[in-house]
C-alpha cells in the first residue's frame, strides 16, 4: 500500500518555481525569492556571510534575541559592528537608526529584526528603511515573526533581504524558509570573496544554479515534504485572504493585552505601548514574587492545550509569552489562555 508520506512523486523543478512565485506574492516583491531548505537561521546566517566581509562596517539593531546572534555572526564575517541596542520593552526608532547612520558615516551594512516573538515587540521597517536607503546601505530584515501577523513590504520598504519562515503566523513548516534578494545584495554578495559558495549558506550557488539558468532544475534534492507544506500553507492563506489572517493576529494581541489588564492579578503587557507590541506574540509581566516558569507550568497543567511559554533565558522568571501565531490567533485560544493564567494566578 502506497503511503501519503513517503510514496510521493519527485517534487518538479516547475513546482518548486511555482511555490516560490507564491512567497514573491505574498511579499508583493519583484526580488528573487529563494526557498532555503532548513529552517530561517539557514538564510539570515547566509545573509549575514554573503553581504558582510572583512571591511564591511554595519549596524546591528538588537531589539531581542535574535539581534545578539547577528551580531556574532557579522563579528565573525570580519565586520566591524555598531550595536544599537534598545530596551526590549519597545522599539527602536528610525530617528535612533539615522543617528547611528551620521555617527558612522562607513556603515554599509544594517540587520534588524522586524518583530521578536521572544520579546513581543515590533519595530517600526517603513520608516527605518528610507533612512537606511538615504544612507545607502544594505538592508537586512529578519521577518520571520511578522510574515502573516502584520504588513511586510520588502520592496516599498527598501529591503534588500527580507527572511522569512512559515513556522509562526504562516501556520506552516519550520524546516524550509525564504528569503528574498534585490538586485544589490546580489551584486554585494557576487563581490565578496568571502561569500560562500558550494556551501549550505550559499545563496549565491542559488542564483547561479537555480535562478540563473532558468529554473530548469533543482540543484540538489528538495525538502519535498516541507515544501508541500510550505505549498498548502501559502494556498490556505490565500483562500483566507492574507489581510484577513492579519486581521486575525492583531486582534489577538489586542485581546491578550486588554485581557491581561483586565485579569486583575498584577500580570501587565512587557511592551509599554500598544503599537510597539507585535502582533504574532503578546509578552506580559508577572507580578512581583511571581516565577512566571512556575506561573506557566501551573497554567498548562490546568490546560495543556493553550500556547503558553515563558521567557527565555534571563526573562524566564519575569516574562510570560502568549503565542497567539497560527491557529493559535484566535479568540477562543486567547481566552482559554487567560483564563489558565487568571486561575493558576489566583492559586
Ligand atoms: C521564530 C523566529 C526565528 C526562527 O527561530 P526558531 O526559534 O527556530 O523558530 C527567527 N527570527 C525571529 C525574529 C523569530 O521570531
Redesign the pocket.
Known sequence: MTHPLLDLPPLTAARFAGIERRVAALLDTEQDVVITQG???LP?EGCIRGGARPGSAALNVVT?P?GKTFGDWLRDAGAEVTDLAVPFHGAVTAEQVERALAEHPEIDFVSL??????TGNTNPVAEIGEVVRAHGALFML?A??SVAAEPLLPDAWGVDLCVI?A??AMGGP?GVSAVSVSARAWERMAANPAAPRRSYLSLLDWKERWIDTGRAALPHAPAQLEMLALEACLERIDADGLDAVIARHRAAATATREGALALGGGLEPYVYEARDAAP?ATTLRVPAGTDATALVARALALDPSVPLVAGGGALAKEMVRVNHYGPDADPAVVARSLAALGTALSE
Open positions: 529552517e530561517a537561521l539570515l531581542g535574535y529584526v522586524h518583530a521578536e516573538a521572544a529578519d520571520v515573526a519562515g513556522q509562526k519550520a504574532v
